[in-house]
């Protein structure tokens, strides 16, 4: 038997994390720690408890300059304010401890979070909540009862709670189900967020915290229509169906909530919830925004909620994919005109499934239908002003004319929506809210954000209900409520923002995503004015410019951005995507002859790399490969069938399949010259393109017409 080792003499070895910082080497910092930093925590330690609150209360209030913070962080201030500072008998200087931990996670990054996660931080948070529930709770004496200080000190250390418990949610997964799962914690929760002991500012700061915690976690959900204690949901449930900020925020928990417990239109939850019972209250929250009260001297809170309330419309309008993909509708797919020709089976099925899959507030471009981000460009059409302004009966006439048009007389528009519920409240009551605040004065960066905010919501309804398949009549009642109104999306969106000739990118991308789904569903029928595909043609140079001077600083290894060169992974994101996109929507017949003309011709263009007006196809390109890939696919989709006009009058007219041919060796080349693993998606990709392309050109040589 191996020996016991001897237990060596440590003798009075201090604590490793309490052991002597090195002071800093920069002589500022050096005196700035002796004049202010060592002081103030040797006060804090100090056995006086006058000197150790009002220490307390100096370090929160000089933990916010960062150079302060930093000396703070060296000298252990943490470990301080978790063992000495929130177990002190003075509830000041409690009040202190937390706003000082309160500040370092807000201005330090995830790291710090996790640090103080795993030195259990959330022990003594218990210990606090359950504290001040005891305090809320009591009869004797009743907290109503206690001194106006007293209660703003318990007020003070909740509201530095509710900001370290978000924090900490967002830092990592492990947290977030830490958090959950405590369940004093979320008994605080609910009864800030239940009843009305607390403060209009308290309230919301609850409501934000649960907004936070609630989203994709299902414990939450559970626990929160599980809860006897308070019945939160019931009382949030009915606080949503009221108006102002309380009912916004009450909207954003139980969205998450509904989400979470998959509550949709098809398997609604108690009483048919679901996101339908929400909408009205956002839109009416959004009806009361105006560029006077967007911009009005201390409309901050004002502005937030409605950022908050266009934030959930947004999220709604992406999650109803869920709710039409488990309600078995199909999403949609380039159509095959001939069974002899199935390259679109393989590449475009699968570039279907990945847009349905997406979210769709963030990304974009996805290789012939992902467009998931936010915007596009177009001009207006004033002659169909009856779709604009009329009332509900007028607007019922419309969609029935439509439907009459398209499937002989089926479908009576959003009336018959009553299968899907949220679907009918987007396009009646949210839909005119977001088009009315999308082209709202921007004058300010208030309603620059709401604005852009609005864009983001329309864009995700819109990729949304883009995915769908339409042809043969499916989903016809779905498309006569949609169809006046992605009309109504680019006369009153789109083309006002086109017209302006903005020089921000940012928001030309937005509408220019916007624009491509909403054409997509019109398919050849968008309300253009004949000249609006020339203005993103003019947006497409103009990005491909911004392209060339970002990867020109991009070489400068100074000027390198993680974030910009993160983005540069995904060529599918980039506004010359989406307007290749945009382009050949416009140009599906029956859109007119000259308008595809014009963008059969540019998209020929793009394949040779040359300049505009010319088709000449060399063994080279410059154009990027995800904006070759795409110009493909639009091209396919344009011409695959030979029975419209635009295939006799202009592919073979203009001799498109001598030019696409020739650049068949040009595609192999690309598609070989990228490496797979750096550019794994952009490869399979452009192989996808190349088998297609080979399939099409061999289609169209079959039915080339007599």
Known sequence: MGKARRSRARGSRTDPIAKPVKPPSDPELAKLRESKILPVLKDLQSPDAKSRTAAAGAIANIVQDAKCRKLLLREQVVHIVLTETLTDNSIDSRAAGWEILKVLAQEEEADFCVHLYRLDVLTAIEHAAKAILETLTATEPAFSKLLKAQQRLVWDITSSLLTLLGLLALAREEVLKAIVGNQTVLRLLFRLAATDIAPQDMFEEALACLMTLSEDNLQLGQAMTNDQETQCYDVLLKLATGTGPRAVLSCGVLHNVFASLQWLDHSPGKDGACDAVLIPSLARALEQVTPSTATANGSSSHAEITQIALEILASIGTDFQETLVKGNRAPSGPAKTDEEWNGFGDAGADADADAMDVDQGSDAGEEEEEGEDDEEEDEEEDEEEEEEEGDDD?????????????????GSGAGDLDDLPTLRELIQTAVPQLIRLSDIPVDSEKTLAIQSHSLSALNNIAWTISCLEFGSGENAHIFGAWHPTAKKIWRKTIAPILDADSADLKLATQVTSLAWAVARTLNGETPADGNQHRKFMSLYHAASKNQTQQQQQQQQPEQKNPEEDEEAQDPFRGLG????????????????????RDVGVFLMTLLSGGAEGTTTTTTTTTTPPADIVEALNQLFDMYGDETVACDREVFWKDGFLKHLEDFVPTMKALAKGIDKRAQGELRTRADEALVNLGRFVQYKKKHAPE
């Open 394 to 410: 007028s607007v019922n006439s419309d969609i029935e004319a439509d439907m009459d048009r398209v499937t002989g007389g089926e």
């Open 577 to 596: 995507v989406k307007c290749i996109g945009v382009l050949g929507s416009l140009a599906r017949d029956p859109a007119p002859l000259e308008t595809n």
